[in-house]
């Protein structure tokens, strides 16, 4: 099949984006170096493999990142009609089976009569024809090389960490209860309590604990502040976990009928409910210290480790010198780019900028104008953040209600506010469509 559009990168972005554009018409070429070639951090070679948390975040529209997944099924995406249909328990949050889920992706774009999936690694592409770079952020040397000599400048790099994944038989469930915080959704957590003592022991072993080392010039290189290792948050203060991951508000033991000084949550993985992960507890330790100070954990004092956390390295462009608001980039229009490699953070974020490259793309080839969201709707407002951010240092951005202008009026109620917000992003994105 000739191609219309390149796409490299069969990431959640790379085929949100292939199925985008073969939906609107385009014969589309989708280049995926796994298994070929294999990354420190993915097992298999489906498309969309998740590597971190199997949690595509909150489902309610007063979340932000719910208000940008019903954007996202308003949008026909391929992404979301996955994870609905490999949806785990997770409380009000949509969590999905990891085998599932890119099974489901990869069958269907396998299946599309304008999809070609080729099982190469890409180290060039020619700017003159129309490509999506989609590599997310295990972009390899060589590609990073080439799209530096495009963008005229160095790449930024930062730091991100993997939570443990663990055997669900191997937990102790006469330490542990189950519930989500608040009561809110499923009671689908499992929540391990501490006492204060407990809480204090763990803490000091986690202090202690030996790292994964890093290369000299890793040294310097940041890491993402919203996905730190559980070690470099302990390292803040004695109180920082507490008041973090391991905060006890909303969740009460049914045991003693009190809140723990602190819990650890462990969240189901897959559908049969036999694998959980650690929610918060990214981590770079070595693997035999993370076996001894996780053990530390109630609940957890014989847990088997399915996997073990890593930590692995995140590359993304400075997109608000390089990209126009359709994700094109300005001095070479024929290119466009999606995923973590613009700066946006997050599974769902990553998969809906694959939306409008991959629309974009067809629109392109097609003849036809591009299409930009208004900045009301929580996808224009992430691509208006890594088109337009003026600040001194662009870091990647998670969907929040901090990205969207303001209501014209001020309301005080945040359930209210995120309501409003919600609800005029979709007529918005409604009009925006026609």
Same mark, same amino acid.
């Given at each position: 099949?000739?191609?219309?559009?390149?796409?490299?990168?069969?990431?959640?972005?790379?085929?949100?984006?292939?199925?985008?554009?073969?939906?609107?018409?385009?014969?589309?070429?989708?280049?995926?170096?796994?298994?070929?070639?294999?990354?420190?951090?993915?097992?298999?070679?489906?498309?969309?493999?998740?590597?971190?948390?199997?949690?595509?975040?909150?489902?309610?529209?007063?979340?932000?990142?719910?208000?940008?997944?019903?954007?996202?099924?308003? &949008?026909?995406?391929?992404?979301?009609?996955?994870?609905?249909? *490999?949806?785990? $328990?997770?409380?009000? %949050?949509?969590? #999905? =089976? !990891?085998?599932?889920?890119?099974?489901?992706?990869?069958?269907?774009?396998?299946?599309?009569?304008?999809?070609?999936?080729?099982?190469?690694?890409?180290?060039?592409?020619?700017?003159?024809?129309?490509?999506?770079?989609?590599?997310?952020?295990?972009?390899?040397?060589?590609?990073?090389?080439?799209?530096?000599? &495009?963008?005229?400048?160095?790449?930024?790099?930062?730091?991100? *960490?993997?939570? $443990?994944?663990?055997? %669900?038989?191997? #937990? =102790? !469930?006469?330490?542990?209860?189950?519930?989500?915080?608040?009561?809110?959704?499923?009671?689908?957590?499992?929540?391990?309590?501490?006492?204060?003592?407990?809480?204090?022991?763990?803490?000091?072993?986690?202090?202690?604990?030996?790292?994964?080392?890093?290369?000299?010039?890793?040294?310097?290189?940041?890491?993402?502040?919203?996905?730190?290792?559980?070690?470099?948050?302990?390292?803040?203060?004695?109180?920082?976990?507490?008041?973090?991951?391991?905060?006890?508000?909303?969740?009460?033991?049914?045991?003693?009928?009190?809140?723990?000084?602190?819990?650890?949550?462990?969240?189901?993985?897959?559908?049969?409910?036999?694998?959980?992960?650690?929610?918060?507890?990214?981590?770079?330790?070595?693997?035999?210290?993370?076996?001894?100070?996780?053990?530390?954990?109630?609940?957890?004092?014989?847990?088997?480790?399915?996997?073990?956390?890593?930590?692995?390295?995140?590359?993304?462009?400075?997109?608000?010198?390089?990209?126009?608001?359709?994700?094109?980039?300005?001095?070479?229009?024929?290119?466009?780019?999606?995923?973590?490699?613009?700066?946006?953070?997050?599974?769902?974020?990553?998969?809906?900028?694959?939306?409008?490259?991959?629309?974009?793309?067809?629109?392109?080839?097609?003849?036809?104008?591009?299409?930009?969201?208004?900045?009301?709707?929580?996808?224009?407002?992430?691509?208006?953040?890594?088109?337009?951010?003026?600040?001194?240092?662009?870091?990647?951005?998670?969907?929040?209600?901090?990205?969207?202008?303001?209501?014209?009026?001020?309301?005080?109620?945040?359930?209210?506010?995120?309501?409003?917000?919600?609800?005029?992003?979709?007529?918005?994105?409604?009009?925006?469509?026609?």
């Amino acid at each position: 099949m000739s191609a219309d559009i390149t796409i490299i990168g069969g990431g959640l972005a790379g085929s949100e984006a292939a199925w985008q554009a073969a939906n609107a018409g385009a014969r589309v070429r989708l280049f995926e170096m796994r298994p070929n070639v294999k990354t420190p951090v993915h097992q298999t070679g489906n498309l969309a493999e998740l590597v971190c948390s199997n949690s595509l975040k909150s489902n309610l529209l007063t979340n932000a990142a719910g208000l940008l997944k019903e954007e996202m099924r308003r &949008l026909n995406s391929l992404i979301v009609m996955a994870g609905d249909a *490999a949806s785990v $328990p997770a409380g009000e %949050a949509l969590a #999905v =089976d !990891r085998d599932l889920f890119a099974g489901h992706i990869s069958h269907k774009l396998a299946g599309h009569p304008n999809v070609k999936i080729i099982r190469e690694e890409v180290g060039w592409f020619d700017e003159n024809a129309v490509h999506i770079i989609a590599t997310g952020p295990l972009t390899s040397d060589a590609l990073a090389q080439r799209i530096g000599q &495009l963008t005229g400048q160095s790449q930024l790099f930062f730091y991100d *960490a993997v939570a $443990p994944t663990i055997d %669900a038989s191997t #937990v =102790d !469930r006469d330490k542990v209860f189950t519930a989500s915080r608040y009561d809110k959704g499923d009671a689908a957590y499992l929540n391990c309590p501490f006492t204060r003592d407990e809480y204090e022991a763990f803490y000091d072993a986690l202090l202690h604990a030996e790292l994964a080392p890093l290369h000299e010039h890793e040294a310097k290189t940041p890491y993402f502040e919203g996905c730190l290792p559980i070690e470099v948050l302990a390292a803040r203060g004695p109180k920082t976990l507490a008041y973090g991951p391991m905060k006890p508000v909303g969740l009460t033991d049914p045991r003693t009928g009190r809140r723990p000084w602190a819990v650890v949550q462990l969240r189901q993985e897959n559908r049969a409910a036999t694998l959980y992960s650690m929610v918060g507890f990214q981590t770079r330790m070595k693997w035999g210290d993370q076996k001894r100070v996780f053990r530390l954990i109630p609940g957890l004092e014989n847990a088997e480790f399915v996997r073990y956390g890593v930590i692995h390295r995140n590359t993304y462009i400075q997109s608000p010198q390089v990209l126009a608001d359709t994700l094109q980039m300005r001095a070479h229009p024929n290119v466009f780019f999606a995923g973590q490699i613009t700066g946006v953070e997050g599974y769902v974020e990553s998969a809906a900028t694959g939306i409008l490259a991959g629309r974009n793309a067809a629109r392109l080839v097609q003849g036809k104008s591009l299409l930009t969201l208004p900045d009301t709707t929580m996808l224009g407002a992430l691509v208006a953040y890594v088109a337009h951010y003026d600040g001194k240092d662009f870091q990647p951005m998670n969907s929040n209600w901090g990205i969207v202008p303001p209501l014209p009026e001020r309301v005080r109620d945040k359930k209210e506010k995120a309501r409003l917000l919600a609800e005029r992003g979709l007529a918005d994105l409604a009009r925006a469509l026609v």
